[in-house]
């Protein structure tokens, strides 16, 4: 039988088995209504009250500050939406980068269209933004910067920690979009200084459809959804208990075992980098040291990614270019593009993501079949005959 | 990945007439490495105006690769007044159709060959 390799991890990850039978009794038994007075409801109530301790626990913030969303996509859409609005009094100027999540850069693009100023910060070729940059940015009218925590598609991480510190110091609302980091490795909404963090399940192993926003007290922000009075009316809707019950379950499953896992991670994406960039003309995207754990992204010149994908899809191992939504669209990422890259070597990038169930194994089968697909797509192409 | 019929895929995998063409005739090359799509196809064109022999080198995805492909395989042997009939809309339902975001952009295989028909055509005009 052929071998099957997952290295897709950043687009999303199998529900971990101990999440799935921790959610499974609030389908069925436990299905109450948890704002109903009835015992069936207490019993829903009170799941999703511990759920929301552990997953506020799990950032270093208050039960009463994590909202919860139906994803990363909402959870972003809330904090930059939400807080224009509610600073539109203040000041309607925003400050994000060129690499961010399309669930921020769409929204801010929107919001741009609708009066706001946005301004996007560029970054230098490893993806990464400059302090400089930001601080000569900021307006008096500036009343948001939102900024991605660890990169989807290159994993370079920003210096957020620096940037909460510049945006507490001059009195400016901060949104982190950390949906590739929370249940990854260590985040620590206190130490970071944010005021608005987005977090999503299904990036560490737990159900789709299910994420949260954690907003810092205080923090004047509008809800998008108008309902009842859940989530304390800043995302009203019955509560979608089990995929929270299972969100938490994820969480405290991957705190328990994150510095393992992100040490062994680590090592085999440095051993993946270093294997693929002994085939002749592979250059690694992104940053070479402050990346993501599984994050491998390298650009094969005179092939194109989509090529790539199918030809390992036909060996058995998942892999993206850009992000998933850039697969099947025909533009080149927008990242790789800041990053100051040609539209040809973009073309040709590759995104591997390794996560806590890759194995030695599936790094040496994806090393040991990378270079005959390389070499079959580039004998097919017109710019590497040229070279 | 779904996105491609069983007849596109099995191109991709198993691309006819690849490759260059010492002593082209012709040679016609379309897209470029912005839209990520550059194909390039040769052709030898026998004393009955027959395509007698075509090869393609392609930069691209499963589209661009299946297209050029199957175009080297319809052309071959034909006579260049029909091959200049052919358009992309015929090459994509001869590989049984394609998704529609790639109709566009990596659908320009037909392009590639008469851009390699106007190169015989103009260089036997210099020659004359
Ligand atoms: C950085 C980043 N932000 C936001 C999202 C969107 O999250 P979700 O899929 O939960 O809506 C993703 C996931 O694709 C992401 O990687």
Known sequence: ?387 | MSVYNEKVMEHFENPRNVGKLENADGVGEVGNATCGDIMRIYIKVDDEERISDIRFQTFGCGAAVATSSIVTEIAKGMRLDDAVALNNKDVADSLGGLPPIKLHCSNLAADALHAAIEDYRSRKGESQ
């Open chain 1, 1 to 387: 039988m052929q071998r099957s390799v997952y290295l897709d991890h950043a687009a999303t990850t199998p529900v971990h088995p101990e999440v799935l039978a921790a959610m499974l009794p609030y389908f069925t038994r436990n299905f109450g209504n948890p704002s109903s007075v009835h015992a069936f409801g207490r019993e829903s109530r009170i799941a999703v009250d511990k759920a929301r301790a552990t997953i506020a626990n799990a950032i270093n913030a208050d039960a009463r500050e994590i909202v919860f969303t139906s994803g990363g996509t909402e959870a972003d859409n809330m904090a930059i939406q939400g807080v224009a609005i509610a600073m539109a009094d203040k000041g309607k100027h925003i400050i994000t980068s060129s690499v961010e999540h399309h669930a921020v850069l769409d929204t801010c693009e929107y919001l741009a269209k609708q009066g706001w100023e946005v301004t996007f910060l560029p970054v230098d070729e490893f993806g990464r933004i400059s302090l400089a940059d930001l601080e000569a940015a900021i307006r008096p009218d500036t009343v948001l910067i939102s900024l991605i925590h660890g990169n989807n598609e290159v994993g370079t991480m920003q210096p957020v920690a620096e940037v909460g510190e510049l945006a507490r110091k001059k009195g400016i609302v901060f949104h982190v979009d950390a949906v590739q980091t929370v249940g990854t490795i260590p985040v620590d909404v206190k130490a970071l200084k944010v005021d608005l963090l987005s977090f999503s399940a299904h990036k560490f192993y737990g159900p789709k459809g299910i994420g949260a926003l954690y907003i810092r007290k205080g923090t004047r922000i509008k809800p998008l959804v108008h309902g009842g009075g859940q989530e304390r009316k800043y995302r009203p809707g019955t509560e979608n208990h089990a995929a929270i019950v299972g969100m938490a379950r994820a969480l405290e499953f991957a705190l328990e075992n994150m510095s393992d896992n992100v040490d062994r991670v680590t090592a085999l994406r440095d051993r993946l980098i270093k294997g693929l960039l002994e085939i002749p003309e592979v250059r690694l995207n992104g940053h070479p040291t402050d990346r993501l754990p599984g994050n491998v992204n390298v650009g094969i010149r005179y092939v194109e990614g989509e090529s790539l994908i199918l030809s390992l899809d036909m060996k058995g191992v998942a892999v993206s270019s850009g992000s998933a939504c850039t697969s099947g669209a025909l533009d080149p990422s927008h990242v790789l593009l800041a990053m100051g890259m040609s539209h040809e070597i973009a073309h040709g990038s590759l995104r591997l993501t390794l996560g806590i169930d890759t194995t030695d194994e599936d790094i040496d089968y994806v090393l040991s079949i990378m270079p005959a697909i390389v070499d079959r797509l580039r004998k097919m192409s017109p710019l590497y005959n040229e070279k």
